[in-house]
């Protein structure tokens, strides 16, 4: 191998961002691409790897049926709202509690309908996620209604998002090495000229007129959360992957870059408690906790399981939970609620019992405050609103320490169940600060030259995000930094 070698763009890192990135630049006019992963190939793949991958973008009603190739039966299915710009910044500026920066989160929300379709002519094919049916019609939440072919992510179903990025960028000649690790940067503040790498082969540079960074965030690293996440957070289970562990991140920022987004939050949500540690992906999520209630191991009520749509709750409900006692809880319900849990998220291994006595038993969990919590909810129920899934409902309880705000049904039908559960971590929040073409910010304010960057590793979320706003965001700035990358590149 070379040891001096030239590319027009690196890309750091083997995830969907990544793979955007280098993509986006050979859309336009790239010649040499290089992908940098550290990982080996078999376990390559960041994130994606391990998630649901759906993307939240803006749209027409019209326009689902043309971005997924629907047949005229299926598109008759759909009950679909208009999804627009408003919307999407209304509910970024919600769930971040008005810190997301108001000039990328614009570019977020003005490029996610042409970047989806920039996807599609790349080559990626979309499907409708599932949604609820009621009376023949298939209703959604709102903003999120697609996602690559096959749902889940991963390297194992032939047309999951990282397969299909994968064909795109053999087709178009990008080059990829696995076990090559960046471990510095040449140039500083003024400007980067390339990277520095390790391979199997040892040491050696490469050099650059752009670098991107789609490394991804530090979840993987238990030191760096423990010293950000707070308390416990160096004990979660990891959803993703055992490789984003932070070392390009803290380069840059050594480097000059300006950190942003929330360093003490994540997108952390509820799994199953027999997860792996790590890498426990897809499988193991559990988010049904909207139909009916979950309670600690003291037996009580946390928080308010109906305050909305699970696609706007869910990256902070695994918080919740692991700040419970035994960072673990249990999600409960009877018979009706059981009917209502999407098949995907229904526990591993139900515990069921006749009774809530039995039940809290068979928990471990106290049956006098368990039954009490349990008797008080149901007391509660105003049931003058019928019970609707496919909308907010305002069906709720009234005069509870924690009430519910939705979707409140007694639970009264046994036999039932319990689901443990625990917190599992997926993404960062904290991270370096890009302008609007991606570039990466220097801590006095300026752009670093030839310096880009995408996906997990950019700190742009604070609290909460929207359910599946993270893959917009890596598909947008990937893009605009493999146009901008590409604006700037030398007449060769």
Not at 23 to 41: I, Q, T
Not at 165 to 188: P, Q, T
Not at 312 to 337: H, I, N
Request: charged share 25%.
């Amino acid at each position: 191998m070379d040891r001096f070698e030239h590319f027009d763009v690196i890309v750091i890192g083997g995830g969907s961002a990544a793979h955007e990135a280098a993509v986006a630049a050979k859309d336009n006019g790239a010649e040499r691409v290089l992908m940098l992963e550290k990982a080996p190939e078999e376990t390559s793949g960041g994130n994606a790897r391990y998630s649901g991958t759906g993307f939240r973008f803006v749209f027409e009603p019209d326009e689902i049926a043309e971005i997924c190739d629907l047949s005229t039966e299926e598109a008759a299915t759909l009950s679909l709202l208009p999804y627009t710009a408003e919307l999407f910044h209304a509910d970024l500026n919600r769930v971040t509690q008005g810190r997301i920066d108001p000039e990328l989160a614009g570019i977020l929300v003005g490029d996610s309908n042409d970047s989806i379709r920039w996807a599609k002519k790349m080559g990626i094919t979309w499907q409708l996620q599932p949604g609820i049916w009621k009376n023949g019609k298939q209703y959604f939440s709102p903003g999120i209604p697609i996602h690559p072919t096959n749902l889940g992510g991963g390297r194992t179903n032939g047309l999951s998002q990282l397969i299909q990025w994968d064909r795109i960028a053999e087709g178009l000649g990008i080059e990829k090495r696995f076990r090559n690790k960046v471990i510095g940067f040449l140039g500083d503040e003024t400007g980067i000229d390339g990277v520095v790498v390790k391979g199997p082969e040892g040491r050696y540079e490469v050099r650059a007129d752009a670098v991107i960074a789609a490394s991804g965030g530090f979840q993987a690293n238990a030191r760096m959360r423990a010293a950000y996440l707070g308390p416990n957070a160096d004990t979660m289970k990891v959803r993703g992957s055992r490789h984003d562990t932070g070392e390009v991140m803290r380069m840059l920022l050594d480097l000059g870059a300006q950190p942003s987004g929330q360093w003490q939050g994540a997108h952390a949500s509820p799994i199953d408690f027999s997860a792996p540690d790590i890498e426990s992906g897809y499988n193991v999520i559990r988010y049904s906790y909207c139909w009916g209630l979950t309670v600690n191991e003291l037996g009580q009520r946390f928080f308010d399981e109906g305050e909305a749509e699970v696609s706007y709750t869910y990256a902070k409900t695994g918080w919740a939970v692991q700040r419970q006692p035994g960072s673990s809880a249990f999600q409960v319900g009877d018979q009706k609620v059981w009917a209502q849990y999407d098949d995907r998220f229904k526990p591993t291994e139900a515990i069921w019992a006749d009774t809530l006595d039995e039940l809290a038993q068979k928990m471990g969990v106290n049956p006098d405050v368990f039954v009490s919590t349990i008797s008080e909810f149901n007391a509660a129920v105003d049931g003058s609103t019928p019970f609707d899934p496919t909308v907010r409902d305002g069906r709720r309880t009234n005069g509870l320490a924690v009430d519910k705000t939705n979707w409140a049904q007694k639970l009264d039908e046994g036999p039932y169940f319990a689901g443990r559960v625990t917190g599992g971590v997926t993404f960062t929040f904290g991270g370096i600060k890009v302008d609007t073409d991606a570039r990466v910010i220097s801590i006095g304010g300026e752009p670093i030259p030839r310096l880009y960057a995408t996906g997990d590793i950019l700190g742009i979320f604070f609290h909460n995000y929207p359910s599946m706003t993270g893959q917009t965001r890596n598909l947008v700035f990937a893009r605009r930094a493999g146009q901008h990358a590409m604006s700037l590149a030398p007449v060769r």
